[in-house]
């Protein structure tokens, strides 16, 4: 980490102390994260951390989401976790047409809690660093309205702005409807400009051999292009952890 950089942590930790919050759990990697997505400034990122702390808290008390919190949710085999992509991101598939949205919001947002946990944790095999980074595929082909889910969409898009800052490091749209896109312009006004840069609608085929390439042919499977098997999340060990 850069001098200027490690300045700024000091800082973010005195402000962070200064509302009340120990940080000796909180790694160097962790804290820029808060100050990147905050634009470096101490404030905002105490701010939000401090927000996103006591958040964590209340909402996943033992650290972590267990399977058995999430059942119903499981049961679609609508999410696939392929290994590492070519720049060492865990990638995540997601079925759409396997989704139908929640009767129950409460389970549905500790199903992204334990998606987002789960495929961060897969990327290491001791500990967190603090700076991993996810690749989402948004598989939208046989979808039909049913499997539409606006406010499911923002809600995760909410989630990785609020509680999980810097964590994306791409999100595919492929195959998408035509009917698709007004709700996905609906959705983008919920999303905000720094998370809308790393989004890519695969629509041609000079974008699906970048696609391939940028993620990788050993972690996407034959359907995308790639040589990989779909690999249901539900199947993957990963280490239980808590921040």
Known sequence: MEKDQEFMVSQLRKAIEKLGIPTEKFGDLTMMRFLIARSMDVGKAAKMLVQWHKWRTSFVPLGFISDSEVQDELAAEKLYLQGLSKGGFPVVIVKANKHYPSKDQLQFKKFVVH?????????????????????????????????????????????????????????????????????????????????????????????????????????????????????????VSTILWSY
Request: hydrophobic share 40%; charged share 25%; glycine share 6%.
């Open 115 to 235: 998606l987002l946990d789960k495929a961060i944790a897969s990327s290491f095999k001791d500990e967190e660093n603090g700076n991993e980074k996810l690749v989402f595929i948004l598989d939208l082909s046989n979808i039909t309205y049913k499997n539409v889910d606006a406010r499911g969409l923002i809600t995760g898009f909410q989630f990785l702005q609020a509680y999980y800052p810097e964590r994306l490091a791409k999100l595919y749209f492929v195959h998408m409807p035509g009917f698709f896109v007004s709700i996905w312009r609906m959705v983008s006004y919920f999303v905000e400009k720094a998370t809308l840069e790393k989004v890519i609608n695969v629509t041609n085929e000079e974008e699906k051999r970048q696609f391939i390439s940028e993620v990788g042919e050993e972690a996407l499977p034959e359907e995308y292009g790639g040589r990989a098997k779909l690999v249901p999340m539900q199947n």
